[in-house]
C-alpha cells in the first residue's frame, strides 16, 4: 500500500501541467515546428506588448513615452520600448554598424576599407562636402555630415534593417495614433504562473497610469504578445479545470441522489471517482510526463465513464439483493470489463495519431478507463454490501405498473414465462428519432469540417482582440508570415539566408509576395568575421591620418566620431562564436535577440514575409511550400497561425486512415470476443451508426462543425455507444429478451449515466477555451445519442427482428459444450510450439494462458465454480479460488500434453509400488482391466507407463469436436503405443472392447463425463450426479477388473495413483440398478482423490443435474 | 500700487495688441498667398552642419505654379534639380548621372512624403492649410520683415524637421527667406532675391527629361 502511495506521489509530481497550445500539435509538420522555433528562441515571443490607441497621432505619442517611462520605472520591468531603442541610445548605432561590416563578405569590407587610403579618403570627404551642399535626400544631410566614409552605407541589403532611426514601424501604426509600447520583464517567465502575475502587474499598472490624468481617458490602452496569451491560455484552462470537474462531480451527485436517494453509496462513489482520477493522473505522469490544458478534458470524460460503471454495477446490485457485490459483479463484470476495454481501444488508438495533444488525452482516457473499471469492479459494492439491508430494494426509475403487469414484485423473475419486449411507445419513440434522423441530414446536410485553429483560441480573449487590432492597424500589407531558417552552426545559417533572399526577390519581382524582413544583414558570419579581423585593425591605424584630412577639407573633429566609435568597436570585437560574438551594446544585442538564435542545436534566424495581393489561405499554403525546403541539417520553413488549421486538418486525414481501420477492427475483434456472436456485434455497430447518425443530425440542427478539437467525441462516441450497447444487449441475454427487466436493471442505470455523463460534458461547453465548449457540446450530444440509440432503437429493432434472429441463448456464452478454441487448428499449433519451445517456458506461458482464458470467458469461470462448489462444501470464495487455480492448472497440464503427444518423455511415476500391485492383480483374474479415471489430472500420460511394461492399453474416448481432430489425439497416443477406440461412432465398437478385455487387456475409460443418454445418477460429494455406465456396461459384460486410477500433478511431477480393484458381483451387475451401484461405489471411491485435487478436476461444462452452473 | 497696476495693465495691453498687428500682417501674407498663381526667384542656399566648420552656400532658382507644382535648381549649371508635382517628386544629380523619384500621392507614406513635403512647405496657400500642417509658435516683425516661426504638427515630421521659419516683407508681402531647422542642429536657410509674382510658366518647366544614361531609384518604394 505505502509503494502504490509512494508511485502515485511520484507520478502526480512528475506531471506537468504545459499550457503551451503548440505543443498539442505534431512537431513534425513544419508549421508547428516553424511557430514553436519562434517561440522557443526568439526574444519577440516573450515581449509583451502595451498599446496605446489615441484620436491623433500626437496624443497617441505623448501617451506611449508616459506609459512606457512610467514601466521603466519599475525594478521589475527590464525594457519598456516605445520607439526605436537607436533613437534613444545613439552610441549603439556604431556598434550595429560595427557588427554589420565585421560579418559582411571580405570583398565588401575591403572595398570600404580601399576609401580609407589618403587620396581615396580626401575624394570621399570632397564627395561629402559637394552632396551636403546640393541633396534633398533628409537621409544624407543626417548621414553624411557624421558619417563622411560612408560606414552607414552598408553594401547589399542591409538598408532593409530596422536601424533607421526613422523607421519605427514595430512602434507605431502608419497613421501614428496607434503605439505599441514593447515591454519585457526582468524575471524569467518560464511557468504559466509567473506570465500570468506579470500580466496583472501591467494591467494594473496601466489602469493606475490611466486614472493619474484625466487625459489619459481618451487613450484606449491594451495588453497582447506571448505572455499575454500564455497567462490568459492557462489560467482560463486552470479555471476551466476548477470550474468544470467540480461541476461535473456536482451534477453526477445530484442525479445519483435524485435516483438512488442514498448518501453513503454517492459518497463512496465520489471517494472512487477521486482515486481514479488521482491514479489516472499519476499513470499520466509515468506514461506522458505533461498534461496539456486542453488535455485536461480527460477528467470529464473519465469521471463520465466511470461513473457509468458504478451506476450499472449498484443497479445491478440494488435489483438483486439476494446476490450480493459477488452476484453483482458476476451478472454485469463482463459488460463493464469489456465495455471499459473497447472504450479504452477506442481512446486508446488516438496515441497512434499525430496530434499530440490527442495522444494525451486517448492515453490518459485508456489508461483511466481500465482503471477506473477494475477500480469500480473491486472496491465499490462490498463496503455498501456490509452496510445495507437485504430487502429488495425497486429502482425508483422503474415504472413499477409496467412492472406489475409483466414481473414479480421482488424484481428477480419474471411473472410467468413470457418474455416482455419493449412497449409500443418505444418502438415508436425509435421510429420517431430516425425519421427526424433522416429528416434533419437530408434538410441541413451532415456538419462539416472546420479548418482554422479559431478550437485553439480561448472563446474571449482581451489578448487576442487587441492583437487583430493591432493586425489591422499596423500592418500595411496583411499579417505576415514568418520565415525561419535553421542549421547546424551560424555559417550554414548565413549561407541559407543568402539562397532565401535570392528567392524572395524573385517572388517579390512576381508579384506573389508584397514585401519581406530577413535578418541575413545583421546575422553574424564566423568565416566573415575572422577574414576582416585584419583590415578592421589597419583601419583603426588609419584614423589620425583620417582626422587631419577631414580638418583639411573642413568637417569638424565630431564629423568622424561614428568612424571612430566603429573602428574603437572592431578593437573591442569578441572573437567567440554565437551569442558570445554579440556587440556590449544591449540595444543591438536586444535587435540581434529578435531576429538570431543558438542552442546546443545550431543556428536560427527569424524573418518576416509580407504575401502579396492574394493573401488567400491557399496562397499562404504554396508560399510556405515553395519557400520551406529541408537540405541535410539545414532548413528553411514559412509558418504563420492561420497555417496550422490546413496542415493540422490533412494530418488528421491522414490519420482517419492509418488509425480509424485499425481501431475499427480492434472494436469489432473485442465486440465479437465479449459477445462470441457476429449476430450481437453487428447488432452493436448498427446501434453505433444509428447514434453516429443522431449525433451528426443533431449537429447539423445546432449548427455545429467538426473541429481539430472536439475530434475526441468521434472515440469517445465509439467507446460509450460499444459500452451502452453490450451493457444493453447483455442485459437482454441474462433476462432471455426480456426487455422490462433489462430496462430495470440495466437499461435505467445507463440513463442515469448518460445524464451524468452528459452533464459533465456540457459542463464543459463553459469553458473559456473554444476547443474545449466544443468538445463539451458535441460530447454531451454524442452520449446522449449513445444511450438513445443502445436503449431505446435497439431493443426496438431487435424487437422487430423474427424471434430466431434476436436472441442468443444463454448468458452471453456457449457453456454448455466445449469451448469454442478446442479445434485441431489450435490443437496443431500447440503441438508445433510444443516441440519447439523449452518445457519452462512452456509451463509458465501455460499457466498463462489458462489465467487469460478465464479472464476472457467469465461464463465459462461461472460453470467452473458451480462445479466445484460440492467438492469444496459450497465455499463460495473457496470455488472462486480454486477455479483460479484449476485454471492454471488446465494450462500447465495442456502444455504437458501437447509435450506428450509430440512425442516429449512426459510420464508419471506411481506413487509407490503397492499402486502397480494393484494393477498385476487384477490383471492376474484373467478377465481383462478396465481402467477407469474421472478428468482429474493429466490421465493422458498413464498410456506410456503401461505400454512401457509391455502391456497393451486400449483408451475409449468421445469423438473429437470438428474435422481430423480425433485423428490428431489418435496418433498423439499411438506415438506411445496406446490405441484409440472412438465409442458412439460404430455400435459394433463395444463388441471389440469386450473382445480386448476378455483376450486380458487394459482397457481405459472416463467415468465422470457420460455421453448423453448413457449416465447414471449417482451421489457425489452428497448431490446427484451423473456418471457413465459404461464400466458397470462392461463388467458385467466381460467380468474384468475394475480398477480406479487417477493421473495428479503435485510438487515432484505427474503421480500415478491407484486405487484397489473395486469389487462387485457380477450376477448382480444384471438389473440397472446393479450397474447405478457399482457406478455409484467407483464414484465414491473417487470422492477422496477429487476432494484432494478439486483444482485438478478439468469440466468446464455443466456437470451437476438441475444445477444452475 | 496703483502705478504696479497701471504698468502692468498697460504692457499687457501693448503685448495684447503688437500680438493683433503680428495676426494681422500673417493674415495679409496667406491672403497674398491665396491669390499667387505662380511664382519665381532666386535664392542662395546656406547650409550649416555641426560637423563642418563653415556653412555651404549655394546659389539656386525655384519655381512655383498653384496649385503644387514646383522647381528648385541648385547651382549653375545645375547640380540638382528638384521637380514636385501633385503624385511624385523627382529629383535629378546631373553630375552624379542619377535621379530619384518618389510618390506623394494619397497612398504613399514614410518619411520620404514627409521630406517632400518641405520643398513647398514655404507656400501655404491659405491659414487653414498652414495650420493643417503646422503650429504657429511666433509671428514677430522687425525692421520691415515678419518672421513667422513654426512647427509641423506631424511627430514623424517633427522628428524630420522640429522647427522652420518664414520671413517676408511686410510692405510687399514677399517671401524674403527661409529656414529649416534639422534635429542634429544643421540648418538650411534660403534667402530669396529677384522674386517675380505670377510670371508666365510653361507646365514643361515642371516636367524633367532625362537623359537615358541616368540611373532613377525609388529609394521610397521596396
Known amino acids: 500500500m505505502a509503494g502504490l502511495a509512494a508511485a502515485l506521489v511520484l507520478g502526480v509530481a512528475r506531471l506537468r501541467f504545459d499550457a503551451d497550445v503548440l505543443n498539442l500539435l505534431p512537431a513534425k509538420l513544419d508549421v508547428v515546428r516553424g511557430l514553436q522555433l519562434r517561440q522557443a528562441h526568439f526574444s519577440s515571443a516573450d515581449d509583451t506588448l502595451v498599446t496605446v490607441e489615441a484620436a491623433d497621432e500626437s496624443t497617441a505619442a505623448a501617451a506611449a513615452e508616459s506609459l512606457a517611462l512610467r514601466l521603466r520605472s519599475f525594478e ?111 524575471e524569467s517567465l518560464r511557468d504559466y504562473r509567473d506570465s500570468a502575475r506579470w500580466i496583472e502587474f501591467l494591467r494594473g499598472e496601466v489602469a493606475t497610469w490611466q486614472e493619474e490624468d484625466p487625459d489619459r481617458r481618451r487613450v484606449r490602452p491594451g495588453i497582447t504578445g506571448g505572455p499575454a496569451f500564455v497567462a490568459e491560455t492557462a489560467t482560463g484552462m486552470e479555471a476551466d479545470l476548477e470550474k468544470t470537474t467540480p461541476l461535473a462531480a456536482a451534477a ?36 506522458v510526463g505533461s498534461v496539456n490544458a486542453v488535455s485536461l478534458g480527460f477528467a470529464v470524460i473519465l469521471l463520465g465513464v466511470s461513473v457509468d460503471h458504478a451506476l450499472v454495477l449498484y443497479q445491478e446490485f440494488k435489483a438483486d439483493p439476494g446476490a450480493g457485490a459477488a452476484g453483482a459483479r458476476r451478472a454485469v463484470g463482463w459488460g463493464i470489463s469489456w465495455s471499459a476495454a473497447t472504450t479504452a481501444a477506442a481512446f486508446g488508438s488516438l496515441a497512434l495519431g499525430s496530434l499530440p495533444g490527442l495522444a494525451q488525452l486517448g492515453i490518459l482516457v485508456a489508461v483511466g478507463t481500465l482503471s477506473g473499471a477494475a477500480i469500480m469492479l473491486l472496491f465499490f459494492l462490498p463496503p455498501l454490501e456490509r452496510r445495507r439491508n437485504h430487502k429488495p430494494d425497486l429502482n425508483p426509475v422503474v415504472c413499477h405498473s409496467e412492472l406489475a403487469a409483466t414481473g414479480s414484485e421482488d424484481g428477480t423473475q419474471p411473472r410467468s414465462a413470457q ?104 546575422f553574424p558570419h564566423e568565416r566573415n568575421r575572422k577574414a576582416n579581423a585584419a583590415r578592421a585593425e589597419r583601419a583603426a591605424e588609419s584614423l589620425p591620418r583620417l582626422r587631419e584630412l577631414a580638418k583639411e577639407a573642413g568637417f569638424s573633429p565630431e564629423s568622424l566620431a561614428l568612424t571612430e566609435q566603429v573602428v574603437r568597436s572592431w578593437q573591442r570585437a569578441e572573437k567567440g562564436t554565437g551569442r558570445a560574438s554579440y556587440p556590449d551594446s544591449p540595444v543591438v544585442r536586444r535587435l540581434l535577440e529578435k531576429a538570431v538564435a543558438f542552442d546546443d542545436s545550431g543556428a536560427y534566424a527569424l524573418g518576416l514575409v509580407h504575401p502579396g495581393e492574394d493573401s488567400s489561405l491557399e496562397t499562404r499554403r504554396l508560399l510556405a511550400a515553395e519557400i520551406g525546403s529541408t537540405d541535410g541539417d539545414s532548413q528553411s520553413i514559412l509558418a504563420g497561425w492561420d497555417l496550422l488549421g490546413v496542415e493540422i486538418a490533412e494530418a488528421v486525414r491522414q490519420d482517419a486512415t492509418r488509425i480509424g481501420i485499425p481501431a475499427a477492427a480492434a472494436v469489432l475483434a473485442l465486440l465479437f470476443v465479449a459477445f462470441r456472436s457476429w449476430r450481437d456485434a453487428a447488432f452493436c455497430l448498427l446501434s453505433l451508426a444509428f447514434a453516429a447518425a443522431v449525433l451528426l443530425a443533431a449537429m447539423s440542427l445546432c449548427g455545429w462543425s467538426w473541429t481539430l478539437i472536439n475530434l475526441p467525441a468521434i472515440p469517445l462516441l465509439l467507446g460509450l455507444g460499444v459500452d451502452y450497447s453490450i451493457h444493453m444487449q447483455l442485459a437482454l441475454r441474462r433476462h432471455r429478451g426480456d426487455w422490462l427487466r433489462a430496462w430495470r436493471t440495466t437499461g435505467g442505470a445507463l440513463a442515469l449515466c448518460a445524464t451524468t455523463t452528459s452533464i459533465a460534458f456540457a459542463a464543459l461547453a463553459l469553458s473559456h477555451n473554444q476547443g474545449l465548449g466544443d468538445l463539451g457540446r458535441v460530447c454531451a450530444a454524442g452520449v446522449l445519442s449513445a444511450w438513445a440509440s443502445a436503449v431505446v432503437a435497439l431493443p426496438a429493432l431487435r424487437s422487430l427482428l423474427p424471434a430466431g434472429w434476436r436472441e442468443d441463448p444463454g448468458n452471453g456464452e456457449e457453456v454448455e459444450g466445449p469451448a469454442r478454441i478446442y479445434g485441431a487448428a489450435a490443437w496443431s499449433l500447440g503441438l508445433a510450439v510444443a516441440r519447439m519451445a523449452p518445457a519452462e517456458w512452456l509451463a509458465a506461458l501455460g499457466r498463462m494462458g489458462g489465467s487469460l482464458y478465464r479472464m476472457f470467458a467469465p ?97 475409449l474416448s468421445q469423438a473429437e469436436p470438428g474435422q481430423g481432430f480425433t485423428d490428431i489425439r489418435r496418433a498423439g497416443r499411438a506415438r506411445w503405443g496406446v490405441e484409440t477406440l472412438i465409442v458412439g461412432d460404430d455400435m459394433f465398437a463395444f463388441v471389440g472392447v469386450i473382445k480386448r478385455l476378455q483376450d486380458g487387456d487394459a482397457v481405459a475409460l472416463l467415468i465422470d463425463r457420460p455421453e448423453p443418454g448413457k449416465g447414471v445418477e449417482v451421489e457425489l460429494c452428497g448431490r446427484p450426479f451423473l456418471a457413465s455406465v459404461a464400466a458397470a456396461e462392461l463388467a458385467r459384460a466381460t467380468g474384468c477388473a475394475i480398477v480406479p486410477v487417477v493421473i495428479v500433478r503435485e510438487a515432484a511431477g505427474h503421480v500415478l495413483k491407484t486405487l484397489p480393484p473395486v469389487a462387485y458381483d457380477r450376477a448382480a451387475l444384471g438389473s440397472p440398478e446393479g450397474r447405478r451401484e457399482l457406478t455409484q461405489k467407483i464414484m465414491r471411491d473417487f470422492e477422496p482423490t477429487l476432494r484432494q485435487h478439486p483444482s485438478q478436476w478439468f469440466q468446464f461444462i455443466p456437470i451437476w443435474p438441475g444445477g444452475d452452473s | 500700487m496703483a502705478f504696479a497696476l497701471l504698468t502692468s495693465t498697460l504692457v499687457g495691453f501693448n503685448s495684447l495688441r503688437a500680438a493683433e498687428v503680428d495676426e494681422a500682417l500673417l493674415d495679409r501674407w496667406l491672403n497674398a498667398q491665396t491669390n499667387l498663381v505662380s511664382w519665381s526667384a532666386e535664392f542662395t542656399q546656406i547650409r550649416r552642419f555641426p560637423t563642418l566648420t563653415q556653412p555651404l552656400k549655394t546659389q539656386g532658382r525655384v519655381s512655383f505654379k498653384a ?133 508666365a510658366m510653361a507646365d514643361e518647366v515642371f516636367r524633367l527629361s532625362l537623359p537615358a544614361e541616368v540611373t532613377v531609384k525609388e529609394p521610397g518604394a521596396r
Open chain 1, 76 to 186: 521589475r520591468v527590464a525594457a519598456a520600448e516605445w520607439q526605436s531603442p537607436f533613437l534613444e541610445d545613439p552610441e549603439a548605432l556604431p556598434e550595429l554598424l560595427a557588427w554589420i561590416w565585421l560579418n559582411r563578405p571580405p570583398e565588401e569590407f575591403a572595398k570600404w576599407a580601399q576609401g580609407l587610403q589618403p587620396d581615396r579618403a580626401a575624394e570621399s570627404l570632397a564627395a561629402a562636402r559637394e552632396t551636403l551642399a546640393t541633396t534633398f535626400s533628409p537621409e544624407e544631410i543626417a548621414r553624411l555630415g557624421r558619417d563622411p566614409f560612408g560606414l552607414t552605407r552598408v553594401p547589399g541589403n542591409v538598408g532593409e534593417l530596422d536601424f533607421d532611426p526613422l523607421a519605427d514601424a514595430e512602434h507605431r501604426s502608419p497613421d501614428g495614433r496607434f503605439r505599441v509600447i514593447l515591454v519585457r520583464a526582468k
Open chain 1, 859 to 955: 461464463g465459462r469461470e461461472q460453470v467452473v465454480i458451480a462445479n466445484l462448489l460440492p467438492l469444496v462444501d459450497n465455499d463460495q470464495r473457496r470455488a472462486s479460488a480454486t477455479a483460479r487455480d484449476l485454471y492454471r492448472e488446465f494450462g500447465e497440464k495442456l502444455v504437458s500434453l501437447w509435450r506428450f503427444e509430440a512425442g516429449e518423455a512426459v510420464t508419471a511415476r506411481p506413487e509407490n509400488e503397492s499402486d502397480w500391485r494393484h494393477y498385476e492383480e487384477a490383471k492376474r483374474a484373467g478377465n481383462g482391466v478396465l481402467l477407469v479415471t474421472p478428468h482429474l489430472g493429466n490421465w493422458e500420460l498413464g498410456g506410456p507407463t503401461l505400454t512401457e511394461r509391455g502391456e497393451k492399453l486400449l483408451v
Open chain 1, 419 to 522: 418474455v416482455a419486449g419493449p412497449p409500443t411507445a418505444l418502438k415508436f419513440a425509435a421510429l420517431g428519432l430516425a425519421v427526424l434522423t433522416v429528416a434533419a441530414l437530408g434538410w441541413r446536410g451532415a456538419p462539416r469540417m472546420t479548418i482554422s485553429d479559431d478550437p485553439l483560441r480561448p472563446a474571449h480573449s482581451e489578448a487576442i482582440d487587441v492583437s487583430d487590432r493591432m493586425g489591422t492597424r499596423m500592418s500595411q500589407a496583411g499579417d505576415p508570415m514568418m520565415l525561419l531558417a535553421t542549421g547546424p552552426d551560424e555559417t550554414a545559417v548565413a549561407d541559407r539566408l543568402k539562397e532565401m533572399r535570392e528567392k524572395l526577390h524573385r517572388l517579390r519581382s512576381e508579384g506573389r509576395i508584397s514585401d519581406f524582413l530577413l535578418p541575413d544583414g545583421i
Open chain 1, 252 to 287: 453526477i451527485a445530484l442525479v445519483f441522489l435524485a435516483a438512488h436517494r442514498r448518501l453513503k453509496p454517492l459518497a463512496w462513489l465520489l471517494v472512487l471517482l477521486t482515486a481514479i482520477l488521482c491514479v489516472t493522473v499519476a499513470a499520466g505522469g509515468f506514461l
Open chain 2, 67 to 199: 496649385p503644387s507644382s514646383f522647381r528648385w535648381q541648385l547651382g549653375e549649371p545645375a547640380r540638382t534639380i528638384a521637380v514636385r508635382g501633385p503624385e511624385e517628386a523627382l529629383i535629378y544629380y546631373p553630375k552624379l548621372k542619377r535621379a530619384e523619384r518618389y510618390a506623394l500621392g494619397a497612398e504613399a507614406t514614410g518619411p520620404w512624403k514627409d521630406a517632400m513635403a518641405l520643398l513647398d512647405a514655404g507656400f501655404p496657400r491659405s491659414r487653414a492649410q498652414l495650420e493643417e500642417r503646422f503650429e504657429v509658435v511666433a509671428i514677430a516683425a522687425s525692421g520691415g520683415t515678419c518672421r513667422l516661426q513654426l512647427r509641423p504638427r506631424g511627430v514623424r515630421a517633427r522628428r524630420l524637421l522640429p522647427r522652420m521659419s518664414l520671413e517676408f516683407d511686410v510692405k510687399t508681402l514677399g517671401l524674403s527667406a527661409s529656414e529649416f531647422e534639422f534635429p542634429d542642429g544643421s540648418s538650411m536657410r534660403n534667402e530669396y532675391r529677384n522674386l517675380k509674382a505670377d510670371p
